[in-house]
Structures are given as structure tokens and as C-alpha cells.
């Protein structure tokens, strides 16, 4: 949370630096009715996200987990409000995923493989326009993201499979700018919320980063 803490203060520190950039540009400015951030959009982007599978093997939730690349597709509808400062909106993802994570134990003669290929999620995003014009966007997401794993485990020369879903709450912060009329470049970062309760895992699983480029086209 320090580091997404540090990254909005840095996304907050350039917004005005556009701000004051912009208004040095009068003659340019577009009308307040301009809305940018308004209505249905699609997109797509790229990057790499934080991936862990799971199985349950000897009473313990065996976890692996890595940084591996995403591609998503994102569709949603967002609406500006009090003179086009307020932008929110919800948002729905489908991926696809180099989601293929492995764990291997010599001591008990224990290999897993986890495969998965894909993932969905819905949620919420929100956030303010900046500059003059209105055309930069710093916001904040949320999102339920869903994976599900086939899992193939063998030990002691027997092999057997199980199938793993893993749901988990993601957030982070994001920036985005008008390119050519309704075509938008964006940019976030962010984390997730990892909870097994009171099982016992093999591992803690570090809350690493995504990181996120894509673009999207407004309608």
C-alpha cells in the first residue's frame, strides 16, 4: 500500500504540472461540454500480473505463484459529473494468461503442475479529470478477478488432478490521456487482497505488483 500511496502522490504531482500546462494554452481549450470520459468504451492491454496457483496435498494448501504476462480485453461505461471533474463507471475483463505455474518438493517426491490460460472479472472504477481541457484522467480501480487452475499432481508415483479457483480482490491506480479523438492511452498499477483464512500454506504469498499498458476507444 506504500508503494501505491507513493505512486498516486507522483500521478498527483504530474496532473498538475499538465494542469498548469494547459492553462497556458487558452486559445486551444476546449469547451467545458466536452466530455472525454463519458459513455460505453473497449480496449485492450498488456503486462504483467501477479499469478498464484493452489492445491491441496497432506493437509496443506500447496501454493506457487510468479509474475506472469496478461493479456486483457476491457469493455465498460463510465460517467462525468460537477463540470466533468468526477468520472465513474464499471468496468467488465476478460484475459488470457502464460498462467502455467509449477512446485516441486524432492524431499517427499511431490511435483505439481498448475495450467491456466485465462481469467475474468468485473468491477468499479472512479477517479478525477485534469488540465484545462479535462482530457487527463487519474483514477482508481477495483475488481473481483477470477482464475481457474487444472491442476495435475504426483507423488510417490501417483498421479492424480484437482481443479483450483482462485477469486481475489484487485485495486490499484491508473492514468489515462486523449490520444486522437476517441482513441485513449492508459497506464495502472496496482495490487491484490490475498486471504486463506486459517489454512496452512506452504508459502506466503508476496503482494507483487501488475503493471498495465494499454488503450481503449471511447464511443
Known sequence: ????????IALA???GVLQAQDSLLTEKTAPLSVKYFDGFYLGSAA???NLFGGSYVNNMD???QQSKFVL?????FRKQFLKNRLVVGLEGQIGFTDGDLS??????????????NSQHGIGGTAG???GKKKSHFLLIYLNETTRNFDVTITQYGETYKQQDQQGMLKYGVGYEATLFK???LYARIGGLRVDFGDQVTNINVEDKLDYMLGALYQF
Open 1 to 8: 500500500m506504500t508503494i501505491l500511496k507513493s505512486i498516486f
Open 13 to 15: 504531482c504530474y496532473a
Open 47 to 49: 503486462g504483467f500480473q
Open 62 to 64: 500447496v501454493l506457487a
Open 72 to 76: 486483457d480485453l476491457y469493455g465498460g
Open 103 to 116: 512446485h516441486t518438493d524432492n524431499a517427499t517426491q511431490l511435483e505439481i503442475s498448475y495450467e491456466n
Open 128 to 130: 478525477i479529470t485534469v
Open 182 to 184: 476517441g482513441l485513449h
